[in-house]
């Protein structure tokens, strides 16, 4: 089952509105509805290239008001694993050395989780090429705009035209955890990929994805 956040009610509403009560009845949990957003994109990250973002500006970076929920499976708020991941593809052969994201605790169990790296596999995240446990999110509703930063230990190579996947997960470490994974900053419709308890990823491109930036080194 999956799960939103917050004003549950609302958003099933309008998914039902929008064509969308099938995938309404699969109960996926998001943390609320999107805010409309119309400033531009901020692409700074000196000195590192960047691979790939969907982040605004700094001071608009994302939609602090709502998100998709990644959680543990003892959770008691979404009472399974719900894993999370968007996909990007370098437009040149790079190494990325650090990923940023909006991750928020949602306000049960441990404020903590999992983000990984992965390969693509039929158009669904794969293989794992890294991982990093992550802990202390601010809290789920104080806006925008404090980012979470992995800086990788070893870079990961990626390869020009070849699809990646940001995963946000948890481990033994977060078991109990539900953290929210804010939308991007202008609402924008992306390709989603969401995972109940381990078994089996699925996709859907008709809602707001949530928010990264990829950096690194670019020949």
């Given amino acids: 089952m999956h799960k939103f956040a917050g004003a549950l ?5 309008l998914l039902a509105a929008g064509g969308a ?57 979404t009472n399974q694993q719900q894993d999370v991941a968007i996909p990007f593809t370098p437009v040149s052969d790079s190494t990325v050395t650090r990923i940023k994201v909006p991750f928020q605790y ?8 999992t983000i990984a790296l992965a390969s693509d596999a039929s158009g669904v995240p794969g293989t794992v090429l890294a991982t990093h446990d992550i802990k202390n999110f601010p809290v789920f509703g104080i806006g925008c705009c404090k980012l979470t930063t992995w800086t990788l230990k070893t870079g990961v190579s990626v390869t020009a035209g070849t699809q990646y ?44 994805g949530p928010a990264a930036g990829v950096f690194g080194t670019t020949p």
């Fill in 106 to 113: 949602y306000g049960y169990g441990a404020n903590a989780g």
């Fill in 165 to 208: 996947w940001i995963i946000a997960t948890t481990d033994k470490k977060s078991i109990d955890s539900a953290y929210v994974w804010d939308y991007t900053w202008n609402g924008v419709i992306e390709t989603i990929a969401l995972q109940d308890n381990l078994t089996g990823w699925s996709t859907i491109n008709f809602l707001p």
């Fill in 9 to 13: 009610v609302l958003t099933l509403g």
């Fill in 21 to 77: 009560s099938s995938y309404a009845q699969q109960n996926h949990w998001l943390a609320a509805a999107p805010l409309p957003k119309t400033a531009q994109s901020d692409s700074s990250e000196a000195p590192l290239k960047t691979i790939f973002s969907n982040l605004g500006p700094n001071k608009d970076a994302y939609n602090g008001g709502g998100g998709w929920i990644a959680a543990g499976p003892s959770d008691p708020y």
